[in-house]
């Protein structure tokens, strides 16, 4: 079963920059979705955005503008750069990933991600 992990969290400071990484343990060739999620304390987990095996884009409404998914397929990774990083940003990122044929849905262990006000 394929794998993820991810890396790239941290601390960093309101209106700075971080970039997430997510790197799937091997291709995968069927039309599949990948994400990322985030969840704060005593929140429920959250899409943030997501990116289709053939590079479609959706996003939430309060990370539209400010953050960027991305992926290369060469080295099986999804990428989320997130500008402009507001404290209610802070959580635990989580990338996913999502086949259809068969339908299976995967997670990373998570990164922390905080933004200090």
């Known amino acids: 079963q394929v794998q993820l992990v991810e890396s790239g969290g941290g601390l960093v400071q309101a209106g700075g920059s971080l970039t997430l990484s997510c790197e799937a343990s091997?291709?995968?060739?069927?039309?599949?979705?990948m994400s990322w999620w985030r969840q704060a304390p005593g929140k429920e987990r959250e899409l943030v955005a997501s990116?289709?095996?053939?590079?479609?884009?959706n996003y939430a409404d309060s990370t539209k503008g400010r953050f960027v998914i991305s992926r290369d397929n060469a080295y099986n990774t999804v990428y989320l750069q997130m500008n402009s990083l507001e404290f209610e940003d802070t959580g635990i990122y989580y990338c996913?990933?999502?086949?259809?044929?068969?339908?299976?849905?995967?997670w990373g262990q998570g990164t922390q991600v905080t933004v200090s006000s």
């Open positions: 996913n990933l999502r086949t259809f044929r068969p339908v299976i849905e995967t």
């Open positions: 091997e291709r995968i060739v069927s039309f599949h979705v």
């Open positions: 990116i289709n095996s053939v590079g479609t884009t």
